[in-house]
């Protein structure tokens, strides 16, 4: 069992290596820049913008990631590039979730700016930080949304939140993100509070699949 483990582990490497080997920190660079910059004059904002996107790309490069999560001011046109540069250097089926920061109602209506160029949401609580504020906003306002992307609910979630997420009915909702309230220091999770926590999730789906059954009973009877 080592031994097939540490072919596996070699594999990846090799793998990682080859992709890196593919697009150079240099490439990546220049790539962003003309994403970005096009025939502009560059800016700091537009320098931030240039790393942050160099760094999107060689870390989807050395985790070969599934999914990008974008929690900060991208512009549409900066993710459809981005999701071209991805696409055509690391692999063609990634996906890319939007954080939506929600403090009120018409903070909602952000996602229509994005719908065209992700492939679903994270609805999270709107802060002076991108996310892991451990602050809950109204969940009430996922109700507003009609769009056809699938979401993420966000913001603070906690093991006492349980019997809130399943009373959530929306045909759009994909599932939930734990993380602050999950934490025995920033970016360490807890696993065994989060196994409970599924745990507790599946015990009250349980019940709930239970009493439709009985109320099929009765209406059949």
């Avoid at 109602?105 to 952000?110: F, L, S």
Wanted: with cysteine.
């Amino acid at each position: 069992m080592k031994d097939i483990l540490n072919e596996i582990t070699a594999h990846k490497r090799t793998e990682v290596e080859r992709f890196k080997k593919i697009l150079t920190e240099k490439d990546i660079r220049r790539q962003v820049e003309d994403m970005i910059l096009g025939e502009t004059v560059p800016t700091a904002s537009m320098s931030k913008a240039i790393m942050e996107g160099s760094g999107i790309i060689s870390t989807s490069i050395d985790y070969r990631l599934d999914i990008l999560q974008l929690h900060g001011n991208e512009s549409p046109a900066m993710i459809r590039e981005l999701r071209s540069s991805v696409a055509r250097q690391v692999r063609q089926d990634i996906k890319i979730m939007k954080a939506i920061s929600i403090g009120n109602a018409d903070d909602m209506q952000t996602f229509r700016r994005y719908e065209d160029c992700v492939d679903l949401f994270l609805f999270d609580t709107r802060c002076e930080t991108s996310g892991g504020s451990g602050r809950q906003f109204d969940w009430t306002i996922i109700n507003a949304y009609d769009g056809n992307r699938p979401f993420l609910l966000s913001g603070g979630i906690g093991s006492d939140d349980a019997s809130r997420v399943m009373h959530i009915h929306h045909p759009m909702m994909l599932g939930i993100d734990i993380n602050s309230k999950f934490e025995t220091a920033p970016a360490c999770k807890d696993a065994e509070a989060v196994r409970r926590f599924i745990g507790k999730l599946a015990d009250l789906q349980k019940k709930a699949d239970e009493t439709n059954i009985q109320n099929q009973a009765q209406i059949i009877l």
